[in-house]
T-cell receptor, first 116, second 112 residues
Framework: TAGITQAPTSQILAAGRSMTLRCTQD?????MYWYRQDLGLGLRLIHY???????GKGEVPDGYSVSRANTDDFPLTLASAVPSQTSVYFC???????????????FGQGTRLTVV | GQNIDQPTEMTATEGAIVQINCTYQ??????LFWYQQHAGEAPTFLSY??LDGLEEKGRFSSFLSRSKGYSYLLLKELQMKDSASYLC?????????????WGAGTKLIIKP
């Protein structure tokens, strides 16, 4: 089924360890996003990529890095995890180029990360 | 600056009608989305408004007033499965591309 896939679904990580959250889409969307969602705060943008080879910082980028080597993949890396990075992480993609057609964002199923 | 406000929580009765409001302030408005998110799941797209007025889609309708920076999502004939969070998001023009600015979401509780 076409869509966007995240891995892993959940993870418990020791503080100080590194981890990469994987995200793959097969819709050929130009734009991809990483959000974290915490209770009462809604979706907060961590990093984004408008096209392969480019990335940008969102609202809460500190402690995270991303890469966009190709259109389909957009991994998120935590270099040295801290407990405040405990959250649910959502990857999303959309066709964000100009035009009047509705172009909604599609979300992966989420990764529930606990840093202890 | 950019800001989106919606109520934190609402309660309604099965079979009734509920209206969830969203107000926004953005610099490069280019459309407003409503998403539904069930607990433990990903957000899913419900509706999109870019022009003023009402968009109807079955039991769900969404309204937009660009001059007032205001939108609402109207849910009719409420069912228990409508218990979820409803997220308002504005598409804003930034860095030569569109980006979504998200509200914190409204948790809707449906009672029998």
């Amino acid at each position: 089924t076409a869509g966007i896939t995240q891995a892993p679904t959940s993870q418990i990580l020791a503080a100080g360890r590194s981890m990469t959250l994987r995200c793959t889409q097969d819709m050929r969307h130009n734009a991809m996003y990483w959000y974290r969602q915490d209770l009462g705060l809604g979706l907060r943008l961590i990093h984004y990529s408008n096209t392969a080879g480019t990335t940008g910082k969102g609202e809460v980028p500190d402690g995270y890095s991303v890469s966009r080597a190709n259109t389909d993949d957009f991994p998120l890396t935590l270099a040295s995890a801290v407990p405040s990075q405990t959250s649910v992480y959502f990857c999303a993609s959309s066709d964000s180029r100009g035009g009047g057609v509705v172009k909604e964002a599609f979300f992966g199923q989420g990764t529930r990360l606990t840093v202890v | 600056g950019q800001n989106i406000d919606q109520p934190t929580e609402m309660t309604a009765t099965e079979g009734a009608i509920v209206q969830i409001n969203c107000t926004y302030q953005t610099s490069g408005f280019n459309g407003l989305f409503w998403y539904q998110q069930h607990a433990g799941e990903a957000p899913t797209f419900l509706s999109y408004n870019v022009l003023d007025g009402l968009e109807e889609k079955g039991r769900f309708s969404s309204f937009l007033s660009r001059s007032k920076g205001y939108s609402y999502l109207l849910l009719k004939e409420l069912q228990m499965k409508d218990s979820a969070s409803y997220l308002c998001a504005v598409r804003d023009w930034k860095d030569s591309n569109y980006q979504l600015i998200w509200g914190a979401g409204t948790k809707l509780i449906i009672k029998p």
